[in-house]
């Protein structure tokens, strides 16, 4: 079957900033991934939480096409995570992170994936990132994404997962962090040296730049007036293009181009609310009406 497996983070965010505050909001890279992706394609999430998960928070992904039979209930607290954005959202810092129930976590993966399956890597502990990949890689297409924290902590063994990745997703400021180039191409570049066969690097509302071995292409972002909460903006990203991919079930440069483009239009939604609350309205008009207006925005 066509899916998108996402191993990553769900988490309870607690967010302040310009856009105002949100407390214990279901976050997370997997759930914000599965979320975007089951509006193309069926979604499945390998993560773990607490008994303190609040069910309203679960409730969130019914109705979606999400499969939940790796999201596994352990003892222990669920992961949390708070940030703090500036003024203009210029910067954001990490107030807290707390792994909670996902130290040590070693999912249950019984087999390996078919070719015709997406493996997604979303942003969690590289260790947990190599576990899945070496239990469920098999012939899948593997994406990988990471944060600066990783990056910092656990650079060795994300490297490792690298040489396995067929498209890796970083924003601009991981990019420059983890290649040591301050220049975009540059880093893109060197970053393909690592292994992935593409590169996908975010930034923000500037727009998307795809490193791939025929050269680089460009999506802008759409300009937006309602801008709330950039929280998942990439994890929605990776999963609205990855689970374009899935759908069509190819991988050519072409469909990842449309995929990038159907991904811009999603994260351009979900940054307009805290957590997935915009994404839930989201109908199939307002997502053809983005899609001609990004069009038309990039039209020679
Ligand atoms: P993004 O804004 O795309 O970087 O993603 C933010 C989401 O990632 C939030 O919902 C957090 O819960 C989650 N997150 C933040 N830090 C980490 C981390 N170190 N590992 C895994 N997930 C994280």
């Known amino acids: 079957m066509n899916e998108v497996v996402i191993v990553g983070s769900v988490a309870l965010d607690t967010i302040d900033g310009p856009g105002g505050h949100a407390g214990d909001a279901l976050g997370g890279s997997a759930s914000y991934a599965a979320y975007s992706a089951s509006f193309f394609s069926r979604a499945c999430i390998i993560a773990c939480i607490g008994p303190d998960f609040p069910a309203a928070a679960k409730k969130v992904f019914d ?3 999400i499969d939940l039979t790796g999201l596994e209930t352990v003892p222990g607290t669920t992961f949390r995570w708070s940030g703090k954005y500036a003024k203009g959202f210029v ?12 130290a040590g976590f070693k999912p249950a993966i019984r087999s390996a994936l078919p070719e015709s399956s997406i493996l997604f890597l979303a942003n969690i502990d590289p260790d947990l990132q190599m ?10 297409l593997v994406a990988t994404d990471t944060i600066d924290h990783w990056i910092r902590a ?3 063994v994300l490297r490792k997962a690298l040489a396995r990745t067929d498209i890796f ?9 983890i290649s040591g180039e301050d220049n975009l191409v540059r880093a893109g570049k060197s970053i393909m040296a690592m292994g992935p066969k593409f590169v996908v690097l975010k930034k923000g509302e500037h727009g998307a730049m795809l ?7 460009v999506v802008p972002a759409l300009p937006l007036e309602d801008f709330r909460d950039p929280t998942g903006a990439g994890d929605t990203f990776a999963g609205a293009m990855l689970g374009f991919m899935a759908r069509e079930g190819k991988r050519d440069l072409d469909t990842m181009r449309l995929a990038m483009a159907h991904a811009t239009v999603m994260s351009s939604f979900v940054v307009e609310d805290f957590s997935m609350e915009r994404l839930r309205r989201v109908t199939a008009a307002d997502m053809g009406e983005r899609m001609d207006r990004l069009r038309e925005l990039a039209r020679f």
């Open 63 to 65: 109705g979606r096409n």
């Open 91 to 102: 910067t954001r810092e990490t107030m807290k992170l707390d792994l909670g129930v996902f």
């Open 131 to 140: 576990d899945v990949l070496e239990k469920a890689g098999g012939k899948a």
């Open 154 to 156: 656990k650079g060795d």
């Open 169 to 177: 997703f970083l924003n601009d400021e991981e990019a420059r962090l």
């Open 211 to 217: 490193f791939s071995a025929s050269g680089i292409s």
